[in-house]
């Protein structure tokens, strides 16, 4: 074969252009934009926000079409002038944003805004993130409707006798909270069919015949509207006089029928738009859920609408299901209506239970003959408007959205969407952060809604998707950089069918030696790593069941990385060359790690009641002794009498820092148990002390049980000592002196007479002594008598006798 030196001169250039492509994807390590599958312009900008593309007629290698694909700064060190990079970048746009309103009554009540901006337009380039701050302030005076919705079954009668003056009550207190308020009224009982209620003929007109505690009763019904929303209170007095209870025969009630009615039926209810919309939901009973309605027969779910008849009753009672509560969740929200269930204590967990599946409610206990309804009511009703909950309306698939609260301590709170303990008119802030995670068909033009639990006001977000590039626009055909046989768009060309090659130069079906080595990754590797064909210097990567396979040498695919439960990157991510680039919200290898932190926020707003640290969405307790979901649970730890303390002050005796808000109900969750003498011999309970205001000690004790509960045991009345008495004081000190003293006199009378006694005995060892040594001197003789001293003696003694005579 003869030499030639183009042909050898052409290896060289091939050679030296691999080996600089090759250490060139070395040295940028992980660049995920050369790294990638991005054979267009358009597939450049959706692989990562980071990557640009070079769409300059003479820029790089002819025949790496990735190349032009790369970080924006590795494009200007290559050459690439800066009008000639395609690398768009998401923006925000305010269209509408008028200012807060301060007060919802009067002149301007139907101009009341209470979130702010209002309209905003979004353009976005997958990956890019990018941000918003939306405002919300519950204004003063606002406009309340309140549609009191009541259970007439026979077991609601005391009920029924309780409230029958409640409207001029209630209205007086609610005025004391709005001054433009209206009450309606309505009542239901359930489906009136088999097995629901009783149907047979002598039932038909007198449910209750036959039954001796109560002989006569109206016919059940499913619900009736009796008084639309009026500022006549007195009408809701008449109306309620006018009622009767009626019997069905199943404990569960037709509840959810109404409420459904009660909301979708705006205009026959009277439900104003600019107003505040409470619904109070009384009943002492569960209700019928969807697919109960199947036990009578009804097997065509519930659509959702309106079916009131001419005499204000449901009618569409006996043909249609029970509704869900997610269709119930639906039309409350898109109604702006708060749901306040007034239910007995027996059923609180229940109903608190569906306060999570539906927003915008809350529950609270209504007494057995409804005495403390006015005050469930207002009490509701100012724990509604302690907080703000946003919700996100139509969300497109691809977006995802994330949320950042500042409350009124003015602390972000990344991950929360709500805000608690507020005061009328008090105003917080979110940050919400928008990130496209891919491109939908050109053109297309998306839209969601972001908007308080129970507001009329809303933030209306338009999206557009910047996706395709500017150069595209200069498009040629039939171009002669390209042979004349393909597009040149963006500095690329794109081959008529049955040609390729960096200028279309080549057929398909080409091969030759001189080609082969620029299919290799390396040398003695297979070529294109033995998952494509080498045609005119370039790889065409094989077809995959699995997935695609791409890159330069086909060494990439997206569907070789890390999976979680057989999921790839857990549905949280994208697959890319081996590795998952996990969406916003999510870490970790296979992306199965969430970094909300929402789930793991206990009840007084801390993360993880400050005893440990959220994981993946999930508490993980670090104070010896932590336990619970967010480790609210803790007997040992040395806080847990205080933060127990504060429930018991607040709950027993309305004291301490939690009586003078709202929170004492909602964090203080614990039972309560009040005895005349604390037991203190449980292992497993703490004791605890505190000394009251009045110098007293309470004394309480607190224990977890098995089912999770957590229990306090406290003394009715903290232990106070009784004051001593003035007199008893002073005999107890007289007394204590005078004992002292006879004290002192017998201890000085027994030190005198042992000295007394020893000093005696003293004496008399002293004097027998003296005896012994008189009886026994050696010195001593015995004097001795003579006869003529006896006889001078004689004669002297008579002589002088007889002088003296």
Known sequence: ???????????????????????????????????????SCEECLIIHPSCAWCAQEKFGSARTLTSRCDLRQNLQKRGCEAHHMESPSSSTTVVKSEPLSSKGSGPTQYDVIQIMPQKISLSLRPGDQTSFKVQVR???????????????????????????NLGTKLADEMRKLTSNFRLGFGSFVDKNMSPFSYTARKYQDNPCNGYKLFPSCVPSFGFRHL?????????????????????????????????????????????????????????????????????????????GECHMNE???????????????????????????????????????????FTALIPGTTVEILDQDSKNIIQLI??????????????????????????TATCQDGQPLPGLR???????????????????????????????????VGFKDRLEVSVDYRC????????????????????????????????????????????????????????GMQICGGRGECSCNQCLCYDSEFGKIYGTFCECDDFSCARHKGILCSGHGECHCGECKCHAGYIGDNCNCST???????????????????????????????????????????????????????????????????????????????????????????????????????????????????VLTALKEPECGAAPDAMTVLLAVVGSILLVGIVLLAIWKLVITVHDRREFARFQSARSRARYEMASNPVYKQPISNDYVETDFTMYSKSYNGAAH
């Not at 053109?443 to 972001?450: E, L």
């Open 1 to 39: 074969m003869m030499w030639n030196p183009w042909r050898q001169l052409y290896r060289t250039a091939l050679g030296c252009m691999i080996l600089e492509i090759f250490i060139h994807n070395v040295a940028q390590g992980l660049n995920v934009c050369m790294s990638g599958s991005a054979m």
């Open 138 to 164: 519950q204004v003063e005076d606002y406009p309340v409707d309140l549609y009191y919705l009541m259970d007439l079954s026979l077991s609601m009668k005391d009920d029924l006798d309780t409230i029958r």
């Open 596 to 710: 909300d932190t929402s789930s793991c926020v206990s009840d007084d707003g801390q993360i993880c009641s400050g005893r440990g640290s959220c994981a993946c969405g999930r508490c993980q307790c670090t104070e010896p002794g932590a336990f619970g979901d967010t480790c609210e649970k803790c007997p040992t730890c040395p806080d847990a009498c205080g933060t127990k303390r504060e429930c018991i002050e607040c709950r027993l005796f309305s004291s301490g820092r939690l009586s003078d808000n709202q929170t004492c109900q909602r964090l203080c969750k614990d039972e309560i148990i009040t005895v005349e003498t604390l037991k203190t011999d449980d292992p497993n309970a703490v004791l605890c002390l505190y000394k009251t205001e009045n110098e007293c000690v309470m004394k309480f004790t607190y224990s977890e049980h098995t089912n999770g509960m957590s």
């Open 468 to 523: 395709d590039c500017g150069c595209t626009d200069q498009t040629q055909a039939n171009s002669t950089h390209c042979s004349s046989i393909g597009q040149y768009t963006c500095g690329i060309c794109r081959c008529d069918p049955g040609y390729l090659g960096a200028r279309c130069e080549c057929q398909e079906g080409e091969a030759g030696s001189m080609y082969l080595s620029a299919c290799r990754q390396a040398e």
């Open 227 to 303: 008084l639309s929303l009026t500022d006549k209170v007195d009408r809701f007095n008449e109306e309620v006089q006018k009622q009767m209870v009626s019997r069905n025969r199943d404990a569960p009630e037709g509840g959810f029928d109404a409420i459904l009615q009660a909301a979708v039926c705006k205009e026959r209810i009277g439900w104003r738009k600019e107003a505040f919309h409470l619904l109070v939901f009384a009943t002492d009973d569960v209700p019928h859920l969807a697919l109960d309605g199947k036990l009578g027969g009804l097997v065509q779910p519930h659509d």
């Open 311 to 353: 005499k204000n009753e449901y009618s569409g009672s006996t043909n249609m299901d029970y509704p869900s509560l997610a269709l119930l969740g639906e039309k409350l929200a898109a109604n702006n209506i708060y749901l306040i269930f007034a239910v007995t204590k027996r059923l609180y967990v229940i109903y608190k239970n």
């Open 418 to 452: 709500k805000c608690a303990d507020l005061k009328i008119g008090d105003t917080v802030s979110f940050n919400v952060s928008v990130d496209a995670r891919g491109c939908p068909a050109p053109g297309t033009q998306q839209s969601f809604t972001i908007k308080p």
């Open 378 to 403: 207002v009490n509701a009703y100012n724990n509604i408007r302690s907080k703000v909950e946003l919700t996100v309306w139509d969300q497109p698939e691809d977006l995802s959205l994330s949320f």
